[in-house]
């Protein structure tokens, strides 16, 4: 049976990741009063969010003051589930930025989990700058392929095998 959560007015939207550089796993959460849900997501999910939610904010009034106080996950919370889908829309009626989170399943499965978060533009910018930084702090990507360079060493396939990339 599947979940829906519904956040309407969240206290926070963050986005975070655990473990190391080269094997970190991203997350997004969610708190409104004691309902928190947090999302496994892939980076890439979390840099393309980032890029529309910069430029759903540019064609709106400019936010107000944006707080980085609170962004850290909360502690100790297991992802609910795996984002398969993202989506961005506005609400102009609510002056908000809503966005879908649904999970990943297969092609035969039944309909999965999904939260619905409805965002302040605040909240919205400071989860795009947030993740933006996040995705920047990773291993820089190889000029060639746009694979992230490993320390311990790229195969890249441009090269065909034949010698790593100059960094």
Not at 23 to 35: D, I, T
Not at 38 to 65: H, I, N, S, Y
Not at 113 to 120: P, S
């Amino acid at each position: 049976m599947s979940v829906s959560y519904e956040f309407d007015a969240p206290d926070k939207v963050t986005v975070g990741t655990i473990g190391e550089v080269g094997a970190r796993v991203f997350l997004l959460q969610a708190r409104e009063g004691s309902s928190v849900v947090t999302m496994k997501v892939e980076k890439q999910q979390v840099g393309a969010l980032a890029t529309l939610l910069g430029r759903l904010l540019q064609d709106l009034a400019r936010p107000g003051e944006l707080s980085e106080d609170d962004l850290e996950l909360d502690p100790d919370d297991e992802p609910s589930f795996v984002v398969g889908a993202l989506a961005v829309s506005y609400d102009s009626a609510g002056d908000r930025v809503v966005l879908l989170a649904e999970e990943l399943v297969g092609e035969d499965d039944e309909p999965g989990d999904d939260a619905r978060l409805a965002l302040t533009r605040e909240q919205a910018a400071s989860l795009a700058i947030r993740g933006a930084r996040l995705v920047d702090a990773g291993r820089p990507p190889c000029p060639l392929c746009g694979y992230p360079l490993d320390p311990r060493g790229h195969a890249c396939p441009r090269t065909n095998g034949h010698h790593a990339p100059l960094t």
